[in-house]
RNA sequence: GCCGUUGUAGCUCAGGGGUAGAGCACUUCCUUGGUAAGGAAGAGGUCACGAGUUCAAAUCUCGUCAACGGCUCCA
């Protein structure tokens, strides 16, 4: 007999080999029919696998992350087996579970797999499905899986087979088709009733471009049709708020491709909206004691070997800028840390002066693969809401919290009200791999991670995960779909204070080393726009959209009225416009409600005669009559709400 | 950068070896109206760019550029 021990800590005592799936059938023929896997000693099995001794379980079902990654990964062999029956011939490279569902490369010769080919697939693998087969796990040496995949003719498993050690080899074997697999899979295929190939692409063999490219096959599986149907309009919602459409139909920006690719050209909209995020942004830290510096955009090849960013990155930049008599190099400035040190250097620092927090819009340039270009979110071109803060090692935790203080007044003025907070320091295996005494690595560090539980930030702590010159802090928001985007970060840098030679005069009249703080709340304008367009789906905060209020006079006898009105709004700092097309007002409220203008003020008779407005708001309907001052007053005291004053 | 797909009016898209189509948007006229599309007329395109094949190319072929979906990369 074994004691297995559940997760409310009973233990439970049961033959030896038993099964995970026999422990659920012993509490509940229902949980039984639900497990996917199980948790035996953190470790996920299959839940058919018999348990040789004593152990901790955690039952795991679809609800469970590792439940779904259980799912999906046997929905790739599900694939893999319908694509094999449908391409006879067919080789495997490797087949995983995804964050959203699976993939399996497949190198089908000179066959193609186009979106035509996917019912096809879906078929199949529906009709393999209903047959309920369970997966086989079989210990396999080193040589017979050599063996069979050599009689198979699958190179790509030859090749993944030399690397694994014998002994550690298993195969799975669900129906026809056998793998090389670790597992863990699900009992049987009966559980997978919603099945939907999504999309198809190249991928190269073990991610290496010298390599065969492969077909990659992607898919995604439920046990609830309802289920497949939610995600698919979470991906027709997603395509809804692509900010590329949403900014080509709210004049935002535009790409040309005279100008040349990757390089967004804002428009007057767009241009404003940004200037507003900007204003709001140099406001809060200048109540945060930074000070706004300004920076050429280009600088001297030295430059760039000082910081040693020429060595690491100066062939894959754009090209040098030569000057045409004295042959000196510049390169386009790829980030302005650089300059803000130069600017640091320019006099003698106390450590009376410090910390000094200099700040830019700096627009840089990078080069960007071609193929990598992708709208607001990976451009060539971008200017990052950049701030350099030079302090004490001491000092640091302070400069966390202010920076902290800023990001989280941002995620509230712009309903980012889910968030992730990532730490991400040294690996204590390799100490050898950063720059900086192991001291101040270990102030900064534990700076951090206190700062984090004081601002009551649930951190997740990655190590390894710091950059060679310091430790930082990243932060992820959810947006209104729930996908994660990464945004600001908070980085110390103990290597280029070092490189520039940076110093200030201690209390002891000794020179000292600054510590160097980058931070960039937004991340970066171009790419914090992108993400909120998606976020709010075109429906800026109200302080922060293009036009706030359109006025719509039911005739052009209104037209005086409207004008007052507007004018009156004007004082009251309100973005709004007058439609006097000779249109009706159904045409012109349609109209409004399509450009995601958040009121719409309608006046005709009654409310020339009343002095007041009706008032519509966008996607909610008509709110009544107000008087204009109260009106103005509503609007401001919603924007107030937002930006917390 | 690599593989695949695509490129026709400001936008969304149809068509396709014999000189260009629709809807919306735009302009003008009529209409002066109460909470998601009033009517009529008009204007608008080297069919991404460059070569080639052909009596004839927007259409076929090749190349270039760009966008899209992935891969690789991201100070």
């Known amino acids: 007999m074994i004691n297995i021990t559940l997760p409310d800590n009973s233990v439970k005592q049961f033959e030896e080999g038993v099964s995970a799936l026999d422990v659920a059938k012993s509490i509940s023929e229902g949980l039984a029919r639900n497990v996917v896997a199980a948790k035996i000693n953190d470790e996920v099995w299959d839940a058919t ?39 006879p011939g067919a080789k495997f490279g490797i087949g995983p579970d995804i964050e959203s569902g ?51 003719g699958d190179e790509y498993k030859l090749e993944l087979i030399k690397d694994l050690e014998d002994g550690s080899i298993t195969f799975y074997k669900s129906g026809e088709f056998t793998d090389l697999c670790r597992g863990p899979h699900i009992p049987n295929t009966g559980i997978l009733k919603a099945i939907k190939i999504l999309s198809v692409a190249g991928a190269y063999w073990r991610g290496d471009e010298t390599r065969k490219q492969l077909t990659r096959v992607y898919g995604i599986t439920f046990p609830k049709k309802k289920e497949l149907d939610e995600y698919l309009e979470l991906l027709e919602e997603a395509k809804k708020r692509d900010h590329r459409k949403l900014g080509k139909e709210l004049e935002l920006f535009t ?44 600088g001297n090849v030295d430059l760039y070997k000082t910081s040693g960013h020429y060595q690491k990155y100066g062939e894959d930049s754009f090209r040098p800028i030569t000057t045409p008599v004295e042959g000196e190099e510049y390169f386009l400035k790829p980030m302005n840390c650089p300059h803000h040190c130069e600017i640091y250097k320019h006099k003698p620092r106390s450590y009376k002066d410090l910390p000094v927090r200099f700040a830019e819009f700096g627009t840089v340039y990078r080069y960007e693969q071609s193929g ?39 995620f509230k003025a712009l309903n980012f009200s889910e968030f992730i907070t990532q730490i991400s320091l040294r690996d204590p295996n390799k100490p050898e791999k950063y720059i900086g005494s192991d001291e ?100 800026f905060p109200l302080w922060l959209t293009p036009e706030q209020a359109i006025i719509l006079p039911i005739s052009e006898k209104y037209q005086n009225y409207a004008e007052k ?67 103005a007053h509503l609007i401001n005291e919603e924007i107030k709400e937002l930006l917390g004053k």
């Open 372 to 410: 990598e270009l992708h709208g607001l979110t990976r451009v060539r071109s971008f200017t990052q809401d950049d701030a350099h803060i030079f302090c004490t090692p001491d000092q640091i935790k302070d400069e966390f919290k202010g920076v902290i203080d800023i990001i989280m007044h941002i």
């Open 440 to 539: 101040n690595w270990e102030k900064a560090e534990s700076a951090i991670k206190e700062v984090a539980q004081e601002r009551g930030l649930e951190a997740i702590i990655e190590y390894g995960e710091a950059a060679f010159y310091g430790p930082k802090m990243d932060f992820m928001v959810k947006d209104a779909l729930g996908r994660k985007w990464q945004l600001g970060t908070i980085q110390v840098d103990y290597n280029l204070p070092e490189r520039f030679d940076l110093n200030y005069i201690g209390a002891d009249n000794e020179k000292h080393r600054p510590v160097m703080i980058h931070r960039a709340p937004f991340g970066s304008m171009e790419r914090f726009v992108a993400v909120l367009i998606e976020h709010c789906g075109g429906n």
């Open 565 to 631: 009105v507007l004018n009156l709004l004007d004082n009251y700092d309100i973005r709004a416009q007058i439609d006097n097309r000779s249109e009706k007002t159904g045409r012109k409220i349609r109209d409004a409600e399509l450009k995601k203008i958040p009121y719409m003020i309608i006046v005709g008779e009654q409310e020339e005669a009343e002095g007041t407005v009706s008032i519509r708001r966008h996607g909610k309907g008509d709110l009544g009559k107000y008087k204009i001052e109260d009106f």
């Open 255 to 298: 790409f040309s491709q005279r100008v040349g690719q990757g390089l967004p050209l804002w428009l007057p909209k767009g241009a404003a909206l940004r200037e507003r995020l900007e204003t709001f942004l140099k406001k809060v830290q200048k109540k945060a004691g930074y000070e706004q510096v300004i920076c050429p955009h280009i």
């Open 49 to 87: 696998r018999p348990i040789d001794g004593d152990c901790s379980i955690k039952l795991l079902t679809w609800n469970d992350p590792e439940g779904k990654a259980t799912v999906w990964h046997s929905s790739a062999h599900l694939m893999a087996e319908a694509i094999e029956a449908l391409y």
């Open 102 to 152: 699976f993939y399996y490369d497949v190198d089908l010769g000179d066959r193609i797999i186009s979106e035509a080919d996917f019912k096809k697939i879906e078929d199949k693998m529906k009709e393999l499905a209903k047959k309920k087969q369970t997966f086989e796990r079989v210990d396999v040496t080193k040589d017979e899986a050599l063996k069979f995949f050599t009689e198979k």
